[in-house]
């Protein structure tokens, strides 16, 4: 035998220990998912009724889209896709909300065309900032779902710019 090999120890074989690795780590895991739920993700009635809000916020900004459309015909024709995104956030949004059932929401006074992009830009910003507000009261898919609507309408906010 050459000076730098030297026997292996005798008592636990490699075989063994990586099967005791193997099954502490089993065990370990076993733990960590068979724990009670967290109570964020516990939908409190606060949390129904905030995210109830937010399906009115987005049902006023796809009302804003259109009013801002019918203001300046050609401002409807370039933020179509705009308006589509918003929609489908709102849809998205209602999935999220037990009990959110459409509403008939105005933006407020509709714009004259020369006001229509810097009213519905203000608009978007809006909804975008109480998006991102309720979204620190959620937990979960639906904090996620309000941050990442917050994050598409500051997108939408520079493209109106």
């Known amino acids: 035998m050459s000076p730098l090999s030297s026997p292996a120890p005798r008592g636990l074989s490699r075989r063994t220990l990586l099967a005791a690795s193997a099954a502490g780590l089993a065990l370990v895991t076993a733990a960590c998912t068979s724990s009670a739920p967290d109570e964020r993700e516990q939908v409190t009635g606060q949390q129904v009724d905030e995210l109830l809000g937010q399906v009115g916020v987005q049902e006023t900004l796809v009302a804003a889209f259109t009013a801002a459309g019918a203001a300046d015909p050609a401002l409807a024709g370039e933020v179509a896709e705009l308006a589509a995104q918003a929609g489908a956030q709102l849809e998205r949004?209602?999935?999220?909300?037990?009990?959110?059932?459409?509403?008939?929401?105005?933006?407020?006074?509709?714009?004259?065309?020369?006001?229509?992009?810097?009213?519905?830009?203000?608009?978007?910003?809006?909804?975008?900032?109480?998006?991102?507000?309720?979204?620190?009261?959620?937990?979960?898919?639906?904090?996620?779902?309000?941050?990442?609507?917050?994050?598409?309408?500051?997108g939408q906010d520079g493209q109106l710019a």
């Open 93 to 154: 949004l209602r999935d999220a909300a037990p009990g959110a059932t459409p509403s008939s929401s105005s933006p407020g006074t509709p714009p004259s065309p020369a006001e229509a992009r810097p009213w519905l830009r203000e608009q978007v910003a809006a909804a975008a900032a109480s998006h991102a507000a309720a979204c620190v009261n959620q937990s979960g898919a639906r904090a996620a779902l309000l941050g990442s609507i917050s994050a598409g309408l500051r």
